[in-house]
């Protein structure tokens, strides 16, 4: 079986009033199609670039999951038709570095964020 990394993006007026069912119907959606999840977690609450079917928010959802590839299709056919599941990539993960990501995302740390550099000194 291999690995596969998926973003999941929620809508986020069903995620507030039951986190943990959102997060369970991914789970389970991966386990009815004989996959397994590894790590999965909230990765954060953002302004979509461009509403997706009248959201202009989404929460993205990341797990990691190990499934046989040719039930790929129909796990993606069935986030497609789900109503809290606004969008997903799922990519697949190369076997070697699958162990340090799936650690990663274990830990909980949410991706470095950019900032902005502080501004140069001028001259003195």
């Known amino acids: 079986m291999a690995v596969y990394e998926g973003m999941f993006i929620l809508d986020p007026s ?13 789970n389970d959606l991966i386990a009815q199609f004989g996959g397994t999840v590894l790590a999965a ?20 959802w990341l797990t990691y999951f190990k499934m046989p590839g040719g039930q790929l299709t129909a796990l993606e ?9 606004i969008r997903k990539l799922v990519l697949k993960i190369d076997d070697r570095i699958a162990d340090a990501l799936v650690q990663h995302a274990l830990a909980g740390e949410a991706a470095p964020r950019r900032t902005a550099a502080p501004a140069a000194a001028g001259p003195a």
């Open 14 to 26: 069903k995620y507030s009033r039951d986190p943990a069912g959102s997060a369970q119907q991914i």
């Open 41 to 60: 977690r909230l990765w954060d609450e953002r302004k979509l670039a461009y509403p997706i079917n009248g959201h202009k928010k989404g929460v993205y």
């Open 77 to 85: 056919r069935q986030c497609e038709i789900s109503d809290d599941i």
